[in-house]
C-alpha cells in the first residue's frame, strides 16, 4: 500500500489560506476605495471653496452698490426739485413787475415823484411778553403764580 496523501487537509489549509488572502485583500480594497472617495469628496469641497469665493465677493459688491444707488437716486430727486424750484425764481425774473416789487423791497428803490418812508422793524430778539397785550400779561402772570 503506497500511502496516500490526505488531499481534505491540504485542500482545507489552501481552502483557509486562500479565504485568508481574498479577505485581506479585499479589506485592502475597500480601505483603498473608501480613501479615494473621501479624497475626491475632500478636493470637490476644496474646488467648489474656491469656485464659491468670486460669488461671495459679488454678492457683498452688489449690496454695496445698491446702496450707493438708492442714496444716488435720493439725491437725484432732491436736485430735480431743486432744479423745479429755480426754473420757477428764473421765470419769475422774467417778469418786470416781480423785478420791480423785489427791487423796492430789497434795494429800497422807489418809482419817479415816490417818497420811501422807511420803518424800523421790531426786533426779534424781544421776548414774547413785550409783544402781548396788557390781558395777556395779566394772564399769565396769574397762571404762573
Same mark, same amino acid.
Given at each position: 500500500? #503506497?500511502?496516500? !496523501?490526505? %488531499? ?6 489552501? @481552502?483557509?489560506?486562500? %479565504?485568508?488572502?481574498? *479577505?485581506?485583500? +479585499?479589506?485592502?480594497?475597500?480601505? /483603498? ?8 469628496? /475632500?478636493?470637490? /469641497?476644496?474646488?467648489?471653496? /474656491? ?7 459679488? %454678492?457683498?459688491?452688489?449690496?454695496? @452698490?445698491?446702496?450707493?444707488?438708492? +442714496?444716488? $437716486?435720493?439725491?437725484? !430727486?432732491?436736485?430735480?426739485? !431743486?432744479?423745479? +424750484?429755480?426754473? @420757477?425764481?428764473? *421765470? ?5 413787475? @416781480? ?5 423796492? +423791497?430789497?434795494?429800497? $428803490? ?15 430778539? #424781544? ?9 395777556? %400779561? ?8
Amino acid at each position: 500500500m #503506497k500511502h496516500k !496523501e490526505n %488531499k481534505n487537509v491540504t485542500q482545507l489549509d489552501t @481552502y483557509s489560506a486562500d %479565504k485568508t488572502l481574498d *479577505s485581506i485583500r +479585499q479589506r485592502k480594497r475597500k480601505r /483603498f476605495v473608501r480613501i479615494r472617495t473621501l479624497s475626491i469628496i /475632500f478636493v470637490g /469641497f476644496i474646488l467648489i471653496g /474656491f469656485t464659491s469665493m468670486p460669488l461671495i465677493n459679488n %454678492k457683498r459688491a452688489t449690496k454695496e @452698490y445698491t446702496k450707493t444707488h438708492t +442714496q444716488v $437716486v435720493g439725491e437725484l !430727486e432732491d436736485l430735480k426739485e !431743486e432744479q423745479k +424750484q429755480l426754473e @420757477y425764481e428764473v *421765470s419769475l425774473l422774467e417778469d418786470e413787475e @416781480y423785478i420791480a416789487k423785489l427791487a423796492r +423791497q430789497e434795494l429800497n $428803490v422807489s418809482k419817479p415823484n415816490e417818497i420811501l418812508i422807511n420803518i424800523p422793524e421790531k426786533e426779534e430778539a #424781544k421776548s414774547d411778553n413785550d409783544s402781548l397785550s396788557e390781558e395777556e %400779561k395779566l394772564e399769565k402772570n396769574d397762571e404762573e403764580s
